[in-house]
């Protein structure tokens, strides 16, 4: 018999970020920037950060807790105006054998660029 259950000790479709030049990646699990325990260079919260190279794939997974990986409403954005390419996905190396349930559903993820307002 086929258990039809999923294996929620591990996230297995992490977020994948490339940067088009080297750059500092940050990450906000909430998307509040006035909340997180650490400040960026521009004054917003964030949780972590991670230096990636110029095209180099990163995959950013979710802290949990176990059973709760969940990446909807997360910031992930640079502060030097560097373009980043983000993906969703699963990762073949986080998933196991027989898990029916663990689908493949990844997308790309729209940029949505900060609001530049000037006052003349």
């Given at each position: 018999?086929?258990?039809w ?6 996230d297995?479709?992490?977020?994948w970020?490339?940067p ?9 699990y909430?998307?509040?920037?006035t909340?997180?325990p650490?400040?960026?260079p521009a004054?917003?919260?964030y949780?972590?950060s991670?230096a ?7 995959k ?5 807790p176990?059973?709760f990986y969940?990446h ?27 898990q ?14 900060s609001?530049v307002a000037?006052?003349p």
């Open positions: 018999m086929v258990s259950t999923t294996n929620r000790q591990r297995a479709s992490p977020i970020v490339t088009v030049t080297t750059t500092t990646v940050y990450v906000d909430d998307g509040i920037p909340t997180g650490n400040t960026d004054g917003n919260r949780d972590v991670f990636v190279q110029a095209l180099q794939s990163r950013i997974f979710s802290p949990g176990a059973g969940d909807a409403g997360w910031r992930v954005y640079t502060v030097d105006n560097t373009r980043i390419a983000l993906a969703w996905g699963q990762d073949g190396a986080s998933s196991s054998a027989g029916p349930t663990e689908l493949d559903l990844g997308t790309t993820v729209l940029p949505f660029p609001l000037y006052n």
